[in-house]
């Protein structure tokens, strides 16, 4: 028992610096953009079309001539917003709208979970491409439709915390104070769920990051040319066995960022989790 | 029993007429139509535009076009395709086989890949396979199933120039198979080494059975409910899986039609596909449900 315990330490811990570096490594392409190599994403040369990496061209050009460390750069910019914002989207609709209907009543949970039941019931992909022609294409409505078919996931998390919660003593003991149930929610019951919340998101996220990559690359997400990494491996894809470092760069970047985050949502989930508290993973 | 059974079921069908009235009007709202979709790849004169509006009965009020295919899908017509002027029921017809098959062997390929590395690493806790369950658990999390399937494309067609491995459908199932190992084979190792310190566990080793035979003969048996609990996980694996794998390589199946009806605005093919999308999935759900029942039966008065 002894050994596996000192065994399971550095492991977690490698793990956990791997995740910290990847994401601040993307945070900071993510945030220096094009300046960092002072080229433009969008410059079109057919001369420079599917040249290898240079000095000024660090991971080659793709296809048009662009330059694909500028684009990867552009590219976290925007992947991360769609992945930030459509999570943040998913929470807002799922756990304050599913929080709010709860605590309202009956009269309102009934129709507003019976909402997410339906959107559960359909696979996210798939719901996603279908809100998706209802929208139309462009970053908002890719990550509004990936945000939709997030939302239950989040609604019924906080419904569970929400009950399990309620049956705690400061919950009666703000009843009896007389807090009216809405600043019980948002005062006392908000903070402690908020764990649940988190870890959720840490999976989320990557989910959220790969559903934008397969709706761009069927065509049907942002707008061709769009430099999202999803977009980039579908425009990169037909010529691939010319230049192949403009499909692999952004795989690799999208690969690395999910086992980021799939590492971080491991350790979050092991330190809200308030029975594993304590033990090792 | 059949009460415990009814409710849901009913609940479940419920859900399944919400879901189809939600996507036709959902499909409906958004302006531009299949008609529009067409007007723009052919020249078509505004003419032509509103007689074949007419034709297709897009040019009715939306909930009589709804009672209309209510009405027809109770009699089972599934309706004619916009674009292609096939029945609808004839083009899913077609496209199951190739979705079945593809599912099938990928379930096997994952169940088997999933159990397996549980199995040995309860064994073995310290041999390879305890690594190949986070190995394989973080593979399925990070690497998205379309990366992989790109990078067997990329490696079998490309570099070594084996087209036929790709012709065969195994190299999608194989892809979407580690996919779904990796879901399961973490919660059910949890679940094999939590119950691998009960007391029939210590009877079993006092007997002088072997590791293996304990795994296999009584922990694995004991640990099925927790499989069929993640059957959610499965189907979720399988759909997604199984469109983006078609998609990819070009199999005539269930996603692809869904794709292109997308794509062509196709309504009574889009309704078609979300209809079977949604039945498949409440199906599973209501037989995991009656599975898990009949499993355990403390579940079941």
Known sequence: MQASFAAAKPFALRAEIVAYAILGAVALLALTGPTLTGLDPMTQSVAGSHSGPTTVHWLGRDHL????????????????????????????????????????????????????????????????????????????????????????????????????????????????????????????????????IVTQAAIVIPRAITTESVLSFFGIGVAPGTPTWGRMIADAVKYVERAPLAALVPVLALSMVTLAFALLGDKLRLRWDPLRKGTSP | MIRALGVPLLRQIGLICAIVIAVFLLIRVVPGDVVDVMATEGDMTAAEVAELRAELGLDRPVPEQLALWLTRMAQGDLGMSLRFERPVAQMIEYAIPTTLALAAKSLAIGLLLGVGIASAATIWPRGPAAWLVDFVNLWSIAIPTFCVGLAAILVFAIGLGWMKVLGNGFVPAIVIGIDIAGQIVKPLHEELKEASAAPYVRAAKARGESPARIVLAHLLPNAAPVAIALSGLILAGLIGGTLTMEVLFGLPGLGTLALQAIQGRDYPVIQAAILLFAVAIILVNAATDLLQRLLDPRLRR
């Open chain 1, 65 to 196: 001539g662009r330059d694909i460390f500028t684009r990867l750069a552009v590219g976290a910019r925007l992947t991360m917003l769609v992945a930030l914002a459509s999570t943040a989207t998913a929470i807002l609709l799922g756990a304050a709208l599913g929080l709010l209907a709860v605590v309202a009543g009956r009269w309102a949970e009934w129709p507003v979970f019976g909402a997410f039941d339906l959107v559960r019931a359909m696979p996210s992909i798939l719901l996603a491409m279908t809100l998706l022609v209802a929208l139309g294409p462009g970053v908002p409505s890719v990550t509004l439709a990936i945000g939709i078919a997030f939302a239950p996931i989040f609604a019924y998390i906080a419904r569970a915390a929400w009950m399990r919660e309620t049956t705690a003593g400061y919950v009666a003991a703000a009843n009896v104070m007389g807090s009216p149930p809405l600043t019980t929610l948002v005062w006392h019951i908000a903070p402690n769920i908020l764990g649940a």
